[in-house]
C-alpha cells in the first residue's frame, strides 16, 4: 500500500474520536408555540437537549400521546457504543500502520456491518417509541404514529421533526467513504503499483 | 314685491347664520387635533416578530405599581407589582410576597409610586435594577431588572411623603430619598401651630450594595422643615453633589396654596454627599432611635423575609460646615435636572414664566468667594445673580421638568399653558415647541437625565386625558405621548394610554434588558423549605392544626390531586411547586372557598396559599392558567370533614 493511502487511513481512524466528544446525531422538532425551537442530539454514550430543558420538555410533551419517556441511562446501546467505535478506530490504525490490504478489508466489513446494524437500530428505537405508545395516553388517534423520520423531515402533529446526522455522524460517514474509495483504488487500480 | 323682497331677506339671513353655525361647530370638533406627519405611522410601526427599540418604565402613580411598555408602538407589557397587591399573580397575598409590605405602620397594600430610576454605572443607566419611590408611606423599592420582580423594599423613617426620591447617583452609590411633609423629629404629639418649632425635613441616602443591590439606610441629614420636592444628582464636575428642590421655606402648615406661595424665590440645596460620607466616617452623626422594616425577596428560597430596623446616623448640618448651600430658585420650583456634562441646573417652578439655569463652576465660586444672602440654620444662601448662568425666557407657563437630548438641547414641560418647549443649553433661547394633550407633568427622554442620552423619543407623561380616547364613564385612563426629537421640530407620533398615574418615567435601550432576561427559575436552585422539586416528593403532612400540601404542578396535573383527612378549622397549606423548566409554562391555582387571590406560579418557582376551610364538604381546585391542551383536566378535591380521618392523598410515583 503506498506510504500516502497508509497515512490516510491512520488520520481517517483518528478523526473518528471526534465522535466521543461531538454530537452524532439530532433530531429537531420545530411548531408554532416553540419559536425557538426544541431538539436532542445524539452522543457516543448519552442524550442531550439541545437547549438545557429541551429532552425534560420533549418527555413532558410525549406523554400526552403515551410515548415512554427518553432516558439515556435506560438505552444500553449508549453504553456499549464508546467501546465499538473505540474498536473501529483500532481496526483502522491496524490497516493504516500494517498496510496490509486484508486488514483495510476488514475494517471496511465491520464497518459497513456496525453503520448498517447501528442505522437499523437506530431506526427500530425510532419505531418503538412510535409505536408503542401508553394506552392509557391522554391523546389518541386512530391510526396515527409518532415516529420521526430516520434521515429527514416529518411534520407529525404540530411539530416538524427533522432527523439528520450531525458533526460526528458526519465524520463518521466520511471517514467511510473514504476508506471505501481507498479500497476501490486497491481492488480496481493498477496492480503493478501496489 | 315687498313681501318677496322680504322673503329673499329671511332666506339670506337663514342661509348665513347656517354657513356660520356650521363653520363654528366644525371648528370646535376640531380645535384639539394636532396635526401629525403622514409618515408617523411607520416610525410606531413595529411589524409583528419584531421588537420595540426601548423598554420604557412609567411610575403606576397611585395604583403603587411600575408598568413596563415598549417605544415606539407604546404597547403595555407587563404591570410589575411594587407596592400594592395583585391578586393577578398573589402578589401581596402569597405567605411568599406578604413580608414584602410589611411597615412600621403594619402591613400596608398600597402606595403612591411616583419616580422610578435605573441604576447607573458612570452615569448611565445600566439594566441591572430599577428603583422607585412609595410617597405615602415613605419606602424605596428595588426592581430586578433579569426577572422584572420586586427584589427589596426598604422604609424610609423621619419622612412625610417621600416625594424627592427614588434619584440614584452616577455609580448607584446611593438612591436619595426627602420628605415631602416636614413632620416632627422625632414625631411627637405636638400642636400643629408649632410647626416652626418642631418640624423637620430629613434627606435620606440609601447605600446601594454594588453586587446585589441590598440597599441601607446610610445617613439622614437635618433640615429645616421645608417641603422637599425632587432631586437630581450631579455628574462629570458636580459628581458628589445632589440638588434637592425646596418650596414652602414660609413654613406655613395651612393653606399651603396661598401661604406657601408668598417668597418670590424657595430653594435647591445643594448637598455634597462626598462630604456627608467623611463626616460620616469622622463619627460626626448622632444616631437617633426609629421604626422601620427592611424587607427582601430571596429568588432561590422564592421568600421575602422582613427584618425591624431601630436606628439612622443623623448629620446636622451646623455640625459639618459646607454641607449644604441653597440656591434661590424662583416661584414655588419643583423638577430639578442636571444636564448630561454635569455643569447647568435647570429648576422648574409651578408659578414660574421663566425656567432659572444654575451654573456649578459659578456656585462653586460663589462658595469660594462667600457671596451669601444670610443662611438659615447654618446653611448658607447663595446670591442668586451669583450662581445663575442663564434663565430661559418665554418658556410657557409652569415649567415643571426637563430632560435633554445629548446634542445640546433640552426640553421642558410647561403644565400651565399645556406645551413641551425646546431650548438650547447656553443660548437660553427657544427653538421649537410643541403642544401636549393634556397638562403635561414630566417628560423622559431614554436616558434623557443621564451622561449620555439616547435622544430620539420625548414621553410626554399627561395628566389630563379629557377626549383624547373613547369615554370610559368618568374614570379615564390616563394619556402619554409620543414625539419624535430626531430632527430640528418635534413631531408628535402617538398616544398611548396608562396605568395609574404616570409621574415620572424611564427607559432603556432593549437589548441592555434582553440579554439578561430570565426565562425560568432553575428547579434545582430552588430552596423554598416547602418545596417538591419532583413528584417523589409531592406529599401532605398534618402538623397539629397545620396541614402542609406539598403539591407540584406539570403538565396537565397536579400531584397529589385527591387529598382526604383535612378537618374544619384546620390552616391549610398549600405549597405549590411548578415543576416546568420551559419558558412561558406558568401554572395557577385557585381551591373553592379561599379568601385570597389565586396563585400563579412561575417554572420553577414555590408559591403558598393558605387555606381555612369552615364547613365540610369536598372543595375542586384547579389550575387558572391556560398550561396546555389538557388544562381543564388540571384540576383536584380536598375533602374537608368534621371527624377524625387519618391524611391520605393519592402519589403513584
Not at chain 1, 17 to 39: N, V
Not at chain 2, 605 to 623: D, I, M, N, S
Request: include cysteine; proline fraction near 6%; hydrophobic fraction near 40%.
Amino acid at each position: 500500500m503506498k506510504t500516502k493511502f497508509k497515512i490516510l487511513i491512520v488520520i481517517s481512524s483518528l478523526l473518528l474520536i471526534t465522535s466521543y466528544f461531538l454530537p452524532i446525531w439530532y433530531i429537531s422538532l420545530d411548531a408554532p408555540q416553540y419559536p425557538e425551537g426544541m431538539g436532542m442530539q445524539i452522543f457516543i454514550n448519552d442524550i442531550r437537549g439541545e437547549k438545557e430543558h429541551d429532552l425534560k420538555n420533549i418527555n413532558e410533551l410525549n406523554h400526552y400521546i403515551g410515548m415512554n419517556r427518553i432516558i439515556p441511562d435506560s438505552i444500553s446501546e449508549l453504553k456499549y457504543m464508546p467501546f465499538i467505535i473505540g474498536a473501529l478506530i483500532l481496526l483502522g490504525l491496524i490497516a493504516g500502520i500494517s498496510g496490509k490490504k486484508i486488514m483495510l478489508y476488514i475494517w471496511m466489513l465491520v464497518y459497513f456491518i456496525i453503520g448498517a446494524v447501528g442505522l437499523y437500530d437506530f431506526w427500530h428505537w425510532e419505531y418503538d417509541y412510535g409505536h408503542h405508545l401508553n394506552p392509557e395516553a391522554a391523546l389518541k388517534i386512530p391510526g396515527m404514529s409518532y415516529q420521526p423520520p430516520l434521515i429527514g423531515s416529518k411534520q407529525i402533529m404540530n411539530f416538524y421533526a427533522t432527523s439528520m446526522p450531525d458533526i460526528a455522524g458526519w465524520i463518521i460517514f466520511g471517514v467511510f467513504f473514504i476508506g471505501l474509495a481507498i479500497t476501490t483504488i486497491m481492488i480496481f487500480g493498477k496492480k503493478k503499483e501496489v | 314685491m315687498k313681501k318677496l323682497k322680504f322673503t329673499k331677506l329671511s332666506i339670506a339671513i337663514v342661509s348665513l347664520i347656517t354657513v356660520i353655525a356650521i363653520f363654528g361647530a366644525c371648528s370646535r370638533s376640531g380645535r384639539n387635533k394636532a396635526m401629525v406627519e403622514s409618515d408617523a405611522a411607520e416610525k410606531v410601526y413595529v411589524a409583528p416578530g419584531t421588537y420595540d427599540e426601548f423598554y420604557a418604565f412609567l411610575s403606576g402613580g397611585f395604583s403603587g405599581q411600575l408598568s413596563v411598555y415598549g417605544l415606539p408602538s407604546g404597547r403595555l407589557f407587563k404591570v410589575i407589582p411594587v407596592y400594592s397587591q395583585n391578586p393577578e399573580n398573589g402578589y401581596g397575598y402569597t405567605e411568599e410576597t406578604k413580608p414584602m409590605l410589611m411597615t412600621s405602620h403594619g402591613f400596608v397594600p398600597w402606595d403612591d409610586a411616583h419616580h422610578p430610576d435605573l441604576s447607573q454605572t458612570n452615569g448611565v443607566p445600566d439594566g441591572r435594577w430599577i428603583f422607585i419611590n412609595g410617597n405615602n408611606t415613605p419606602r424605596i423599592a428595588r426592581i430586578n431588572l433579569k426577572t422584572f420582580e420586586t427584589n427589596e423594599i426598604i422604609e424610609i423613617p423621619n419622612t412625610g411623603g417621600n416625594h424627592a426620591s427614588a434619584f440614584v447617583t452616577p455609580n448607584t452609590e446611593y438612591v436619595v430619598a426627602a420628605t415631602r411633609f416636614s413632620v416632627p423629629y422625632p414625631q411627637s404629639d405636638v400642636s400643629i401651630t408649632d410647626y416652626k418649632k418642631f418640624f423637620k425635613g430629613a434627606i435620606s441616602y440609601i447605600k446601594v450594595e454594588p453586587g446585589t443591590g441590598k440597599m441601607s439606610i446610610a445617613f439622614q441629614i437635618l433640615m429645616p422643615g421645608f417641603d422637599y420636592d425632587l432631586a437630581h444628582s450631579g455628574k462629570g464636575p458636580s459628581f458628589g453633589w445632589s440638588f434637592f428642590t425646596c418650596y414652602n421655606s414660609e413654613q406655613s402648615q395651612t393653606l399651603l396654596e396661598v401661604n406657601a406661595s408668598k417668597n418670590d424665590k424657595d430653594f435647591i440645596a445643594a448637598v455634597n454627599w462626598k462630604k456627608a460620607e467623611e463626616a460620616v466616617a469622622a463619627g460626626k452623626f448622632k444616631t437617633m432611635n426609629c421604626n422601620y422594616f427592611h424587607n427582601v425577596y430571596n429568588d432561590e428560597t422564592h421568600s421575602a423575609t422582613s427584618e425591624k430596623l431601630t436606628s439612622v446616623k443623623v448629620l446636622d448640618p451646623k455640625d459639618v460646615p459646607g454641607l449644604i448651600y441653597y440656591l434661590p430658585t424662583p416661584k414655588s420650583p419643583h423638577g430639578v435636572d442636571v444636564d448630561p456634562t454635569g455643569e447647568y441646573i435647570a429648576c422648574g417652578g409651578k408659578l414660574a414664566a421663566m425656567i432659572p439655569v444654575h451654573s456649578f463652576t459659578k456656585m462653586k465660586k460663589a462658595i469660594e468667594e462667600k457671596k451669601f444672602d444670610g443662611e438659615i440654620d447654618g446653611i448658607p444662601i447663595l446670591k442668586y445673580d451669583a450662581v445663575i448662568a442663564g434663565e430661559v425666557k418665554d418658556c410657557g407657563l409652569g415649567p415643571l421638568h426637563t430632560e435633554f437630548d445629548g446634542k445640546g438641547y433640552a426640553y421642558t414641560s410647561a403644565f400651565i399653558t399645556s406645551e413641551v418647549v425646546k431650548w438650547k443649553v447656553g443660548t437660553w433661547q427657544v427653538v421649537d415647541r410643541i403642544p401636549s394633550y393634556y397638562s403635561i407633568g414630566h417628560l423622559m427622554i431614554p436616558g434623557g437625565d443621564c451622561a449620555k442620552p439616547w435622544g430620539k423619543y420625548l414621553v410626554a407623561l399627561n395628566k389630563i386625558t379629557k377626549d383624547r380616547y373613547l369615554p370610559t364613564g368618568p374614570e379615564m385612563c390616563q394619556a402619554a405621548q409620543l414625539i419624535d426629537i430626531s430632527g430640528d421640530k418635534m413631531k408628535l407620533l402617538l398616544d398611548f394610554p396608562t396605568i395609574g398615574e404616570p409621574h415620572y418615567a424611564q427607559a432603556i435601550p432593549a437589548e441592555i434588558l434582553m440579554k439578561n432576561n430570565q426565562k425560568i427559575f432553575p428547579i434545582e436552585q430552588n430552596k423554598h423549605p416547602y418545596a417538591a422539586k419532583g413528584e417523589k416528593e409531592a406529599k401532605v403532612v398534618r402538623d397539629g392544626n397545620n396541614v402542609h400540601i406539598y403539591m407540584t404542578m406539570t403538565r396537565s396535573h397536579f400531584m397529589p390531586d385527591n387529598i382526604e383527612g383535612v378537618k374544619v378549622g384546620d390552616n391549610v397549606y398549600i405549597h405549590t411547586t411548578n415543576l416546568e423548566q420551559d419558558w412561558d409554562v406558568p401554572h395557577g391555582f385557585a381551591i373553592l372557598g379561599a379568601e385570597y387571590s389565586e396563585l400563579l406560579v412561575m417554572p420553577g418557582q414555590t408559591r403558598t396559599l393558605v387555606w381555612r376551610p369552615k364547613e365540610v364538604g369536598v372543595y375542586p381546585f384547579y389550575c387558572t392558567d391556560f398550561c396546555s391542551a389538557l388544562h381543564q383536566e388540571m384540576s383536584g378535591y380536598i375533602r374537608v370533614s368534621n371527624t377524625n380521618i387519618p391524611i391520605s392523598y393519592n402519589n403513584p410515583n
